[in-house]
């Protein structure tokens, strides 16, 4: 009796050959991050390069004054407040440990011991030239990349709609377009709403005289761009502050935050997307656990762009199929 033969070496090949790409990827996650990082960023810039290159000034001056004007102004305004924020949080933690401990909430030797830890590790990193450098190092490369994606933009999408056959690509190409547009729309009005998140939350600590008001209302801005799980944890250490120092002042910052919040999700966001994107909250939950689950605090970060695109390619799909079907 003859039995069909039910393997190759070709497909051992490719079998091995993708278990490799696997184990180099996953061995070099630092860099396949910084890629990610700077192709999400000229998605969101390119737009406004190309718009600039609509009036006549040439493409690579136009992306230049693009990342010139604001990407490496906001990369500048993170590092700084980034390192403002390091150097005054083992304060906040000072400040707030002995009450913690005082109410029973943290023993008084673990107080010690985490506030040391943190002031030393915090300490330690400030102080670390090399930490410094590879973090530059990073920022500088994702930028430079960022700049060579929108560059040679048609370049490279012509390069990726011709791994697609012929007869689809054109839809590769209109599908491709389509998800840039949202996922650069999403990111821009993200940032756009953390910045008036930090602006307005900063206001409100500062007038009721919450001590640590910047880095407070920088923490809180960053976790804003987390959807869902973001404003309760950027909420917390203001809360737990304002507590600590009397209830009234913890009453307060929590209505701070609840009438922000409703700002935000009643006028601010409406306005910012201009009702343009329409997305699931129990999807972008999944997709920032599992972005947390694999890659950490940046995979929470890069979900993002993730969850925003698969609407447009289950919509897509529909089209498709809904087109095949007259």
């Not at 909430?105 to 985490?114: D, G, H, L, R, W």
């Not at 390069?159 to 056959?165: E, I, K, N, R, V």
């Not at 990111?187 to 602006?199: D, K, P, W, Y």
Request: hydrophobic share 60%; charged share 10%.
């Amino acid at each position: 009796m003859n039995y069909p033969e039910t393997f190759s070496w070709a497909a051992i090949g490719r079998i091995v050959a993708t278990i490799f790409a696997i184990y180099l990827i996953w061995n070099s996650i630092s860099v396949f991050i910084v890629i990610l990082i700077s192709l999400i960023m000229a998605v969101a810039l390119y737009p406004m390069a190309r718009k600039l290159h609509s009036w006549r000034i040439p493409k690579i001056l136009s992306i230049l004054l693009v990342i010139i004007l604001l990407l490496i102004p906001l990369v500048a305004l993170v590092l700084v407040t980034a390192l403002a924020f390091t150097k005054q949080f083992p304060q906040v933690v000072t400040l707030l440990a002995p009450i913690l401990a005082k109410f029973g909430i943290m023993p008084s030797s673990i107080e010690t011991t985490i506030t040391g830890y943190l002031q030393g590790n915090f300490s330690t990193f400030l102080t670390s030239t090399k930490e410094i450098g590879l973090a530059l190092l990073s920022v500088f490369t994702a930028i430079f990349l960022a700049f060579y994606f929108m560059l040679d933009a048609d370049h490279l999408f012509s390069l990726f709609t011709g791994l697609f056959p012929k007869q689809k690509r054109l839809q590769a190409r209109n599908l491709s377009m389509e998800i840039g547009e949202v996922v650069g729309q999403y990111i821009r009005g993200n940032l756009v709403i953390s910045l008036i998140c930090i602006a307005l939350i900063y206001g409100g600590l500062a007038l009721l005289h919450i001590p640590f008001a910047l880095p407070l209302a920088i923490f809180t801005g960053i976790m804003d761009l987390l959807p869902v799980i973001g404003p309760v944890l950027g909420a917390l250490p203001a809360l737990v502050l304002g507590f600590a120092i009397s209830p009234l002042y913890g009453i307060l910052v929590l209505v701070l935050y609840i009438a922000y919040k409703e700002l935000e999700d009643v006028i601010i966001s409406p306005i910012i997307y201009n009702k343009a994107l329409k997305l699931s909250a129990a999807l972008i939950f999944i997709s920032v656990v599992i972005g947390a689950g694999v890659f950490g605090v940046i995979g929470a970060f890069l979900a993002l762009p993730v969850a925003a695109s698969i609407p447009v390619i289950i919509k897509y799909k529909e089209a498709m199929m809904a087109k095949d079907g007259e």
